[in-house]
């Protein structure tokens, strides 16, 4: 048993379920992992495996987040219902919120982001140019919920309701308008302002927060949600107490 002991210190802590069902599992995915295996990885080095080996059954993946983000991830636990779940992200049936921390401002408080996106190098991804082939079409609404002030340094809280899925969506979009996601290592390099220097989160600032999806049962529509991951209510908190800003309007709730 003391021999063992290391191998369990290093084991990762069990996932948290969100949802458990025959048909369809969520989770609240940590910030670093990646949902399916990375090119050159380890196979079982991702948050699929290790939820197919927490619950001792194979699942399918219908969607995907960014490894640097955190928050919620659903599987469907057969094929039928990822053929299900699958079709309903295609046609748009899927309501999808997240979580942004942005440097810079957003004006009007709501609105719409129509930029075409285009592959780019090194697995990036880049606003279109006109008539560009390849260009696909991508839109994100967007809401404000808190800004914070301090010198001449304006952050805001936001949500990203994206109505396509396409690769780095909401990062692309966000740096597009001059909002570059805090911490972004791909789109926000040399963008972030000193101010945040001895903030208590520096990942990607990003969290999937809510799916609203049809039942693979087809008898009602989920609501799906994941509480905002530690880390970044940590930085919420610093900003409230160091920075100046508005009413709070984004209630944050404990990831138990």
């Known amino acids: 048993m003391v021999a063992l002991a290391p191998l369990m210190a290093d084991r990762p802590p069990p996932l948290r379920l ?7 599992v969520a989770v ?12 050159g990885g380890p196979p079982e080095g991702c948050l699929r495996r290790r939820l197919e080996r927490q619950l001792g059954r194979r699942l399918w993946v219908v969607h995907r987040i960014d490894r640097d983000a955190s928050g919620l991830v659903a599987f469907a636990g057969s094929a039928a219902a990822h053929r299900a779940a699958s079709l309903a992200f295609e046609h748009r049936q899927v309501g999808k919120t997240y979580v942004a921390f942005v440097a810079g401002t957003l004006e009007p408080d709501r609105g719409r982001i129509d930029v075409p996106l285009h592959a780019a ?14 260009r696909r079409e991508a839109a994100t609404e967007y809401v404000v919920r808190r800004r914070w ?5 304006v952050l805001t809280l936001l949500e990203a309701h994206p109505l396509t899925g396409r690769h780095h969506q909401i990062r692309v979009h966000l740096r597009s308008i001059g909002a570059p996601l805090l911490f972004d290592p791909l789109y926000g390099r040399g963008l972030m302002p000193p101010e945040l220097d ?3 989160c520096g990942r990607l600032a990003l969290h999937a927060l809510r799916l609203e999806l049809p039942s693979p049962k087809g008898d009602e529509r989920l609501v799906l949600e994941a509480p905002l991951a530690t880390d970044l209510q940590e ?6 107490g160091l920075w100046s800003g508005g009413p709070l309007q984004y209630e944050t709730r404990p990831d138990e």
């Open 149 to 153: 002030h301090r010198n001449n340094t």
């Open 18 to 24: 969100l949802h458990d069902e025959d048909d369809l």
């Open 198 to 200: 001895g903030a208590p």
């Open 28 to 39: 609240n995915k940590p910030a670093g992992e990646p949902v399916i295996a990375e090119r």
């Open 235 to 240: 930085l919420h908190a610093w900003l409230d």
């Open 121 to 134: 190098r090194k697995g990036k991804a880049r606003p279109a140019r006109p008539e560009e082939p390849g």
